[in-house]
């Protein structure tokens, strides 16, 4: 009996520690890292540790974070680039892996001069197809995507003049037209410390990817900026350079699209990409402000205190709040300002079903967070 005992309290133990593990991984934001052999850890001793990702993982520790490696060596982003990523199993497991941010680092294998010649036309184009790939996943994971380090091998037709000044132009504007952050590892680089490359000068040592991984991490872990409206203007924060969009589209630079201030000039979602420095091609993206009616009244601030996705949903919100309480509240507002569903919420991130309600674009209040939902 007591032998019996022993394997019941065994079992509950081993249960509550399944638990304990499962929670701890739910409350992890996911990394997914795409790329070639320089995400992969090419020629290092240990890949899994000593690649960026790996020691990027090291940096922000297992408590908050999970940071997954999908490099695989010799893949290019071109679509017929002979060797794929695209055709690699490593981008499905990547997109499999409900990513809550995405790092995409792929272009040296493009720019050989020989690919690049023949179909380096193309490569824009396939860069958006993938990032569209990501951004559709129902949970909407954030990407970012990195200029090219330096390089320069002859035997693999791999130059730097190349990296420079045709493919990491072309990311530039990739990042620009989507949206979507930018991360400057080719400037960062660019000193060329011999103790950051191995023998190749393509491939980064242990010691250039360690600058690679505290590069990308300093920047994923700044506070999104937020955008001011005042006087029927949406206001960006100092910056070096900016690029306002409006529903996701770049605004032109003849309507103030690539100025601090934009008037406001109809409703929608407004966000900016802000250029940090000068000396650095690095673009955070902002939050959004949802800007609403013929009187341009802004209804909705999106902060890092309240996340929802997917966005537009198909029937059920996923909300993650920062300041909860036993009192916290929702309600969603038709655009005709009428309460269409209300309640309360039991958790700082939970679910919130809206079958009931039709297809069309709502308000999403909790507490005094107000964030524009689109129902399908």
Same mark, same amino acid.
């Given at each position: 009996m007591k032998k019996s005992n022993n394997i019941h309290f065994i079992f509950i133990g081993t249960l509550i520690l399944q638990v304990l593990i499962s929670l701890n991984a739910s409350a992890q934001k996911k990394i997914s890292c795409v790329g070639n052999s320089i995400t992969y850890g090419y020629a290092l001793s240990n890949?899994? @540790?000593q690649s960026y990702p790996g020691q990027m993982q090291e940096m922000l520790g297992t408590t908050d974070w999970k940071v997954e490696n999908f490099g695989s060596s010799g893949r290019t982003l071109l679509k017929a680039? %002979?060797?794929s990523y695209w055709d690699d199993q490593r981008y499905k497991d990547a997109l499999a892996s409900s990513p809550d941010l995405v790092i995409i680092k792929l272009g040296t294998n493009d720019s050989k001069r020989w690919l690049w010649d023949w179909k380096g036309h193309e490569f824009k184009n396939d860069y958006q197809a993938m990032i569209e790939s990501f951004q559709n996943l129902s949970n909407v994971p954030e990407i970012w995507i990195g200029l090219l380090i330096p390089g320069e091998n002859s035997d693999w037709d791999i130059f730097n003049a190349y990296i420079n000044e045709k493919v990491n132009p072309k990311i530039e504007e990739v990042a620009l037209e989507m949206g979507v952050g930018l991360i400057d590892l080719y400037t960062v680089l660019?000193?060329?410390? #011999?103790?950051?490359? /191995? &023998? &190749?000068?393509?491939?980064? @040592?242990? #010691?250039g990817a360690g600058v690679i991984a505290t590069t990308i991490k300093d920047v994923l872990l700044m506070t999104k900026p937020d955008i001011d409206f005042d006087n029927n203007k949406v206001i960006a924060p100092d910056g070096a350079g900016y690029q306002w969009y409006i529903d996701g589209i770049p605004v032109l630079p003849e309507d103030s699209g690539d100025k601090k201030e934009m008037e406001v000039v109809k409703s929608g979602a407004y966000k900016v990409s802000l250029r940090l420095s000068v000396d650095n091609h690095t673009r955070i993206v902002s939050n959004e402000m949802y800007i609403s009616g013929t009187n341009h009244v802004a209804i909705n601030k999106v902060s890092n205190d309240l996340k929802i996705y997917p966005n537009p949903t198909p029937g059920f919100i996923r909300f993650q709040l920062a300041d909860f309480d036993d009192d916290t509240s929702f309600m969603i507002v038709d655009m005709a300002g009428k309460i269409v569903q209300n309640g309360k919420i039991s %958790?700082?991130? %939970?679910? $919130?079903? $809206? &079958?009931? /309600?039709?297809? %069309? #674009?709502?308000? /999403?209040?909790i507490k005094n967070k107000r964030i524009k939902i689109i129902k399908q």
């Amino acid at each position: 009996m007591k032998k019996s005992n022993n394997i019941h309290f065994i079992f509950i133990g081993t249960l509550i520690l399944q638990v304990l593990i499962s929670l701890n991984a739910s409350a992890q934001k996911k990394i997914s890292c795409v790329g070639n052999s320089i995400t992969y850890g090419y020629a290092l001793s240990n890949p899994s @540790s000593q690649s960026y990702p790996g020691q990027m993982q090291e940096m922000l520790g297992t408590t908050d974070w999970k940071v997954e490696n999908f490099g695989s060596s010799g893949r290019t982003l071109l679509k017929a680039g %002979g060797y794929s990523y695209w055709d690699d199993q490593r981008y499905k497991d990547a997109l499999a892996s409900s990513p809550d941010l995405v790092i995409i680092k792929l272009g040296t294998n493009d720019s050989k001069r020989w690919l690049w010649d023949w179909k380096g036309h193309e490569f824009k184009n396939d860069y958006q197809a993938m990032i569209e790939s990501f951004q559709n996943l129902s949970n909407v994971p954030e990407i970012w995507i990195g200029l090219l380090i330096p390089g320069e091998n002859s035997d693999w037709d791999i130059f730097n003049a190349y990296i420079n000044e045709k493919v990491n132009p072309k990311i530039e504007e990739v990042a620009l037209e989507m949206g979507v952050g930018l991360i400057d590892l080719y400037t960062v680089l660019n000193e060329k410390k #011999a103790e950051w490359y /191995l &023998d &190749d000068n393509v491939h980064p @040592s242990v #010691a250039g990817a360690g600058v690679i991984a505290t590069t990308i991490k300093d920047v994923l872990l700044m506070t999104k900026p937020d955008i001011d409206f005042d006087n029927n203007k949406v206001i960006a924060p100092d910056g070096a350079g900016y690029q306002w969009y409006i529903d996701g589209i770049p605004v032109l630079p003849e309507d103030s699209g690539d100025k601090k201030e934009m008037e406001v000039v109809k409703s929608g979602a407004y966000k900016v990409s802000l250029r940090l420095s000068v000396d650095n091609h690095t673009r955070i993206v902002s939050n959004e402000m949802y800007i609403s009616g013929t009187n341009h009244v802004a209804i909705n601030k999106v902060s890092n205190d309240l996340k929802i996705y997917p966005n537009p949903t198909p029937g059920f919100i996923r909300f993650q709040l920062a300041d909860f309480d036993d009192d916290t509240s929702f309600m969603i507002v038709d655009m005709a300002g009428k309460i269409v569903q209300n309640g309360k919420i039991s %958790g700082s991130q %939970g679910e $919130i079903r $809206i &079958d009931s /309600l039709s297809a %069309g #674009a709502y308000t /999403l209040q909790i507490k005094n967070k107000r964030i524009k939902i689109i129902k399908q």
